[in-house]
C-alpha cells in the first residue's frame, strides 16, 4: 500500500512499518516561531511563551574592521603572506648583538610594507563603512502605532509600518499590507526587483494581506503625492485595527531562506486570521518597480532580515600573480639558505682553520656550534636582499593607482544609471579579464538580457527584416514596420467594435498588446514606456505599439485599454 503518515494533534502515526503502537508515535519537530506586534516598539515575544523577546535594531554593518580590531585583525591577515613574515623575522635579527647591519632600514622597510597594505585594506572598508551610513540614513515614512514620522533606516523597529516609493531600497523585510500602482489607485499588488539578492532582474509579483475585510477605495491619487495618499489610507485602517485590540503577525524566526516563509495575519478583538507567506513579504535589499508606493509591516530587522543572514564577511582573497610570487618566494629562499648554510661552513672553517695561522686575524674564543649560529645570522642578513622587499610596496601603490583609474574610466561609465565602476578589492586587480570557466544557466545571466522584436510571420506571410544590424553595426535595429503597415493601411480594423477579421495581422497584434502582464508608465520626459516581470513581454508589447496598436492601461479587474489607429 506503500507509506502512510497520519498527523494527530502534535504526533504522526507512521503506519508503513509493523513496529508496535508506542514505537510508531513520532513527536512534531517543533519549528521556532515569533509574535510580532504592531506598534510593538521594537519587541514582541515568542509563539510558545509570554515573555517579552527584543528584536535587533535596524543598523547594519558590512565593514571588515572595526576601529578597536584594525590594527591586529590587519596585521594577523597580513602574516598569512609568506614574504612579510621573511621580512618580519629580519627585522627582528637586526635587532640582536649577532647583525652586522644597522637595524634601522630593516625595520622601517617592514614598517612601510605592512603599513602600505594596511591603508590600502583601510581605505576600502572605509568605503564599505561610508555606503553602510549611507544605507542606515536613508529616509521613510514610518508609523509606530501611535504616530507618523519621517525617520532614518537605521531608527525602524520590528512592528512599525514603513512606506516605500517607487524605485527604493526596502529598509527591512516587511509583510505587504497596501500598494498603489504607478496612477495612484489602491492595488492589491506590486513588482520587486530582487538584483541584489539572487541577481535576476526580472520583475516579481508581490500580493499584499488584507488587512480589513472592507474594500479598498477605488478613487485614485496625483503622483508623486503618492506617499501622503498611502499614509492617509493605512492612518485610517490601522485606526481601525487598533480599535479591534490591534493586530499582530506569527512568523518564523529569522532564517536564510530567502522565498520560504509561513506565518499569520491576525486581527484583534474577535477579527480574523489570514494566512501569509513569501509572496506577501518584500526583502531587504530588493528595490520596488513599477509601483506608485508600498506600505508593509516590519517583521525583521538589521542583522536578522534574510539579506543579512545570506551576507558573509568580507574574505581575504589572493590573486593569482600574489600566490605565484610566493612560490617563486619558496624557490629564491631555497636558493638562499643553501647559499646561507654553504657560507656559514666556510666561515667556520675559516675561523678555526685558517684564522689561527695568522696573528693578525682575531679568532673568537667561543664554540663550534654558537660560532656556526651567529655565521648563519649574520650571512642571513646579509643575504636579505635575495627577496625583494621593495616589489611588494611599489605592487600596493600600483594597485591602489590603478584602482583609482579605473574608478575615475570614463569608458566603464554607464550613463543611462550615472554609475561609475567601482572597486571593492583593489588586491584582485590583475584578475580582471582572466576567465577559465563560465557556469551559466541562461544568456541573460552573462548579457544585457535585452529582447527587441525583429521579424514576424503572420498567416504565412513574413513582416521584418532579417537584417537586424542598423548602420553602426550595434544589432540594436528596430522593427521595420513598413510592409505590415502598408498591409493593414489597405484593410484597416474596426477598434470600436473590436473586428479584427480584415487582416491576420490586426488579430495577432492586438493579442500582443492585450495578452500579457505588462504595466505602462507614464513618465513626462520619457512619454509611455513599458515594463514588466519579462523583457520578453515587453519586446512584444513594444512591436504591437510600432504598428499603432497601443496598450494604455489596465485596472485592477484586468481590463485592459486599447488603442488602435486613435479609437480605444
Known amino acids: 500500500m506503500g507509506n502512510v503518515a497520519t498527523r494527530v494533534g502534535h504526533w504522526v502515526w507512521d503506519t508503513s512499518r509493523s513496529l508496535p503502537l508506542a514505537s510508531r508515535c513520532i513527536p512534531k519537530r517543533k519549528i521556532p516561531r515569533r509574535i510580532v506586534v504592531l506598534g510593538g516598539g521594537g519587541s514582541g515575544r ?18 571588515k574592521y572595526s576601529w578597536w580590531n584594525f590594527l591586529f585583525l590587519n596585521l594577523w591577515h597580513q602574516l598569512h603572506r609568506p614574504a612579510n613574515v621573511y621580512f618580519i623575522i629580519i627585522a627582528i635579527l637586526t635587532l640582536t648583538p649577532l647583525s652586522p647591519l644597522s637595524p634601522g632600514p630593516g625595520v622601517l622597510t617592514i614598517l612601510v610594507v605592512l603599513g602600505a597594505t594596511a591603508l590600502r585594506e583601510a581605505y576600502e572598508d572605509i568605503k564599505r563603512w561610508r555606503a553602510d551610513v549611507r544605507d542606515n540614513r536613508r529616509k521613510y515614512n514610518v508609523y509606530n502605532g501611535s504616530a507618523w514620522r519621517y525617520a532614518s533606516s537605521q531608527s525602524i523597529n520590528v512592528g512599525d509600518v514603513v512606506v516605500v516609493e517607487r524605485d527604493k531600497v526596502f529598509p527591512a523585510d516587511l509583510l505587504l499590507l497596501a500598494s498603489l500602482d504607478s496612477s495612484g ?40 503625492e503618492s506617499k501622503r495618499r498611502v ?21 518564523d524566526e529569522p532564517n536564510p531562506k530567502l522565498y520560504e516563509l509561513t506565518g499569520t495575519f491576525r486581527v484583534g478583538g474577535g477579527g480574523s486570521e489570514r494566512g501569509c507567506d513569501e509572496t506577501n513579504v518584500l526583502l531587504r535589499g530588493s528595490k520596488l518597480k513599477n509601483t506608485g508606493a508600498v506600505a508593509g509591516l516590519v517583521i525583521y530587522t538589521g542583522e536578522e532580515t534574510k539579506y543579512m543572514l545570506n551576507t558573509t564577511p568580507p574574505p581575504q582573497k589572493t590573486s593569482n600573480i600574489e600566490r ?30 685558517v684564522a689561527p695561522d695568522h696573528w693578525y686575524i682575531e679568532v673568537e674564543d667561543s664554540s663550534v656550534l654558537w660560532i656556526l649560529v651567529s655565521r648563519l ?24 593607482m590603478q584602482a583609482a583609474f579605473l574608478e575615475w574610466d570614463e569608458n566603464m561609465h554607464y550613463a543611462p544609471t550615472d554609475t561609475y565602476c567601482s572597486v571593492r578589492t583593489a588586491g584582485l586587480n590583475e584578475e580582471l579579464g582572466q576567465v577559465e570557466y563560465i557556469f551559466s544557466d541562461k544568456t541573460g545571466t552573462l548579457t544585457q538580457n535585452k529582447m527587441i522584436f525583429r521579424m514576424c510571420t503572420v498567416a504565412g506571410e513574413r513582416f521584418g527584416n532579417i ?15 513598413a510592409e505590415i503597415t502598408q498591409a493593414i493601411a489597405r484593410s484597416p480594423p474596426d477598434a470600436a467594435s473590436l473586428d479584427f477579421a480584415a487582416h491576420p495581422a490586426h488579430c495577432f497584434f492586438a493579442l500582443l498588446s492585450l495578452c500579457h502582464s505588462v504595466i505602462a508608465v507614464r513618465d513626462k520626459k520619457r512619454g509611455m514606456s513599458y515594463e514588466s516581470t519579462s523583457p520578453d513581454e515587453t519586446a512584444l508589447v513594444d512591436a504591437a505599439k510600432a504598428v499603432d496598436y497601443v496598450f494604455f492601461d489596465r485596472t485592477n479587474e484586468n481590463v485592459c485599454t486599447l488603442r488602435v489607429g486613435g479609437q480605444e
Do not use: W
Not at 49 to 57: M, R
Not at 232 to 242: F, G, I
Not at 472 to 480: I, K, R, T
Open 467 to 481: 537584417d537586424y544590424r542598423n548602420q553602426s553595426g550595434d544589432g540594436d535595429a528596430p522593427f521595420d514596420t
Open 231 to 251: 499614509a492617509e489610507y493605512l492612518r485610517d485602517a490601522m485606526q481601525a485595527l487598533q480599535e479591534r485590540s490591534g493586530c499582530e503577525v506569527e512568523c
Open 46 to 63: 515568542r509563539a510558545d511563551t509570554n515573555g517579552v523577546l527584543p528584536f535587533c535594531s535596524n543598523n547594519i554593518s558590512t565593514t
Open 377 to 400: 645570522v649574520q650571512y642571513l642578513l646579509l643575504y636579505n636582499a635575495f627577496i625583494p622587499i621593495s616589489l611588494y610596496v611599489t605592487l600596493e601603490f600600483i594597485r591602489v
Open 324 to 353: 605565484l610570487m610566493n612560490r617563486y618566494i619558496f624557490i629564491v629562499l631555497a636558493c638562499q639558505l643553501t647559499f646561507i648554510i654553504f657560507s656559514a661552513i666556510m666561515g667556520v672553517y675559516f675561523q678555526f682553520g
Open 185 to 224: 489607485v489602491p492595488s492589491p499588488h506590486c513588482y520587486v526587483e530582487t538584483s541584489n539578492l539572487d541577481g535576476e532582474r526580472n520583475l516579481k509579483l508581490r500580493s499584499a494581506v488584507r488587512v480589513s475585510d472592507d474594500p479598498l477605495p477605488e478613487e485614485g491619487c496625483d503622483l508623486p
